[in-house]
């Protein structure tokens, strides 16, 4: 059974930076693209970076490009997420999730390649 389980979420000030993890287990992480995701209230889902399975290809959305760094480390079965620069527009819930089948590079950041997620972690930014 996937697991997934986010931390590292927070409050933090306007223009400073959190990371958050991702810790996997009950399945093949090597295997497996990965992405993180967030939803603020009221809103909907927001996807905003993914990582193949091998670790070599990242995509980002545009909201957070330059920003924001996705990567993984094999050796801990964690996904992580580096966020600098937050801004009032980044608070929100954010999760990471799994694709059980292999992707192209363009299917990346696309929502129905994903089918396995963790329960979120918060993030807040203060202005």
């Not at 059974?1 to 287990?25: N, Y």
């Not at 993180?36 to 193949?52: N, Y």
């Not at 091998?54 to 992580?80: C, E, H, M, P």
């Not at 089918?115 to 807040?124: A, K, L, P, R």
């Amino acid at each position: 059974e996937v697991q997934l389980a986010e931390s590292g979420g927070g409050l933090v000030q306007r223009g400073g930076s959190l990371q958050l993890s991702c810790a996997a287990s009950g399945f093949p992480f090597n295997t497996y693209a990965m992405s993180w995701v967030r939803q603020a209230p009221g809103k909907g889902l927001e996807w905003l970076s993914a990582i193949s399975s091998d670790g070599t290809v990242t995509r980002y959305a545009s909201s957070v490009q330059g920003r924001f760094s996705i990567s993984r480390d094999v050796a801990k079965n964690t996904l992580y997420l580096q966020m600098n620069i937050l801004t009032p527009a980044d608070p929100a819930m954010y999760y990471c999730a799994a694709a059980s089948t292999p992707l192209s590079n363009s299917q990346l950041l696309s929502s129905y390649a994903y089918n396995s997620w963790g329960q979120g972690t918060q993030v807040t930014v203060s202005s």
